[in-house]
């Protein structure tokens, strides 16, 4: 039987990148956290950054507003976080407390990061904690909220994701990149995609080359769904700052 040269050709080629990306490494991980975490869809533009490295990062999420650890932990306000993690399989679950709890629940956030990061373990994840930033009003909280979130990464080995600091330095070089939404506290489609750059960054030491300007993600009848548009000035000041923040 005479075979089509070409034919063949573009036959091994399909196969070979089939098989790559087959074999592409992947990375699950479990984001704890409340509004900080949700706002902007930021678990899922971790994931579709990471599509364009080596590694896929799959992500999931157990989130309710304004959500503190204590909260996770004892299942409150129908949370199912510690039945997430003990049948997840997770490479990584992030733990953020609430934006408020270096300042005002120290104290608990130290109890339930330790009780945390011993039941990641334990079910054979890392903790990760999401060093989140200070209210636009009040930026001079953001040296508590660094320690803190220092200190319980440290006490119990866990790795530190540098948001925040992230986040300060992008307001002191670029003021004019407005992170926050109107009501001061919460991320705005830039501040969740410097985040999420963060995060990227964090998890596998590194950023695409070419980060995309315009991100979709899919509902759940494979519909294409936007979700927002990064100028390519933003994109080349942000992967700067992160770079300079994570070296």
């Known amino acids: 039987m005479k075979v089509n040269l070409k034919v063949f050709v573009l036959f091994i080629c399909a196969s070979i990148a089939c098989s790559a990306q087959v074999e592409k490494d992947t990375l699950k991980v479990l984001f704890v956290g409340n509004s900080y975490t949700y706002y902007e869809n930021l678990p899922q533009l971790v994931s579709i950054i990471s599509d364009k490295t080596d590694t896929k990062i799959v992500t999931k999420k157990s989130t309710i507003g304004g959500a503190k650890l204590r909260e996770h932990w004892l299942g ?61 009003y009040t930026p001079e909280t953001q040296t508590t909220i660094t320690k803190g979130y220092t200190e319980v990464s ?41 985040s999420a750059c963060v995060f990227a960054e964090t998890f596998l030491g590194e950023l695409p080359d070419k980060l995309s300007r315009v991100y979709y993600t899919k509902d759940n009848e494979g519909e ?23 070296d």
């Open 76 to 136: 409150k306000r129908g949370l199912k976080t510690k039945e997430l993690i003990k049948n997840g399989a997770y490479d990584i679950v992030v733990l953020q407390g609430h934006s408020m709890a270096t300042i005002k629940e120290p104290d608990s956030l130290t109890k339930y990061s330790k009780l945390f990061c011993d039941y990641v373990k334990k079910h054979g994840a890392k903790p990760y904690f999401y060093l989140t930033w200070a209210r636009e």
């Open 154 to 194: 440290e006490h119990n080995a866990a790795t530190l994701v540098p948001v925040g600091k992230a986040w300060a330095l992008s307001q002191k070089l670029n003021p004019e990149i407005k992170l926050f939404t109107p009501d001061g506290s919460h991320p705005s489609r830039f501040g969740a995609f410097l």
């Open 224 to 246: 294409s769904v936007y979700l927002m548009h990064i100028p390519e000035s933003n994109l080349t000041f942000f992967k700067k700052v992160v770079e300079h923040i994570i």
